[in-house]
């Protein structure tokens, strides 16, 4: 069965739904698993219609006490639902979700993609970096609904990091309705200068600036988990997070890299300041090593075997072959 992406975005998930009905209607699949909520009532629907246990993925702020209906029944009533960290695991349990269906399967990152290599120079010149210069990076969406990120709290730490460790530039990559007002903050803080918003990014490049950075910072306060964590210090860049959300599962509380306070501009300061310092366990600032570490536990291999290890942890009875 083929996607949806050819029809026209306002189309697109009716269409996707009605093609995965109609192929479980013809295919009679013995377990389906959906990787986004909105689809878990359509899950539900195909397991009253053919007896088919299915398994919804959670991933963090998709899950919230004012879902629909229907997407909160098919939620409590999954055969499993898998969290990405123990934060969406809360989440779920108090929304009536039973904890006996809950499976912790962290995300993934692929080895390949991202990679310890040479910083490119072309790229370095593009944004008019100079030799002396540090770098912190950003890779989110600068969606309003998404400010809980951290990128306005990380521009707010910049002018301390600059003293203390000199010139230090904040790439930002990515797009949204937050992009005009973090130029704004860079100016009224006067440091205009200092912030390079590099826009959108393909993805044959973003393994690059990853690796152009010093240091690679999100101190969001709502993360779900956060892929980026680990797109980054599988190019061997430290990075810096928040200590209240699926950040802390993604740095594995703290063992691969440095936790904050996302409130506190003062503690994201700090923690900057000590990566850009190489300042921390030494394995950190040792592109290769902290690649390892991070593979270790959240590569492919890893990830195989979690979702192998909660197949078979499903309810007796269920035909998951």
Not at 95 to 122: H, K, L, Y
Not at 123 to 141: M, N, S
Not at 186 to 212: K, N, Q, S, W
């Amino acid at each position: 069965m083929h996607g949806a992406g050819s029809w026209p975005p306002s189309l697109r998930s009716a269409a996707f739904a009605s093609l995965v009905a109609s192929a479980a209607m013809r295919e009679r699949p013995s377990l389906i698993v959906s990787t986004h909520l909105n689809f878990g009532p359509l899950a539900h629907a195909l397991r009253v219609l053919l007896s088919t246990p299915y398994v919804l993925v959670a991933h963090g702020i998709d899950v919230r006490p004012d879902l629909s209906r229907a997407r909160l029944k098919a939620l409590r009533e999954a055969d499993a639902v898998w969290a990405v960290s123990r934060w969406t695991v809360r989440r779920l349990v108090e929304i009536g979700v039973p904890s006996n269906r809950i499976r912790r399967i962290p995300n993934t990152v692929s080895g390949e993609d991202f990679a310890v290599g040479p910083i490119d120079a072309e790229l370095r010149h593009r944004y008019g970096l100079q030799p002396d210069e540090k770098v912190v990076l950003t890779v989110a969406r600068l969606d309003s609904r998404e400010g809980y990120k951290g990128y306005f709290k990380v521009l707010r730490a910049l002018p301390s990091v600059a003293r203390a460790v000199g010139r230090v530039r904040y790439l930002v990559v990515g797009t949204g309705t937050d992009a005009a007002q973090l130029v704004r903050l860079a100016a009224d803080l006067g440091i205009a200068d200092r912030l390079t918003m590099c826009g959108f990014v393909p993805d044959g490049e973003l393994a690059a600036h990853y690796r152009m950075a010093d240091a690679f910072a999100m101190p969001s306060s709502a993360e779900g988990f956060g892929i980026v964590f680990l797109e980054a210090m599988a190019c061997g860049v430290p990075v810096l997070a928040g200590n209240r959300d699926g950040s802390v599962d993604a740095l594995a509380d703290g063992e691969l890299g440095r936790l904050v306070d996302p409130d506190d501009v003062a503690e994201i300061a700090a923690g900057l300041i000590d990566l850009l310092a190489r300042r921390g366990p030494a394995f950190w600032f040792d592109p290769q090593a902290l690649r390892r570490a991070c593979l270790d536990r959240f590569g492919q291999a890893a990830f195989r075997q979690a979702v192998c290890d909660a197949l078979a942890q499903l309810p007796p009875g269920d035909n998951t072959t």
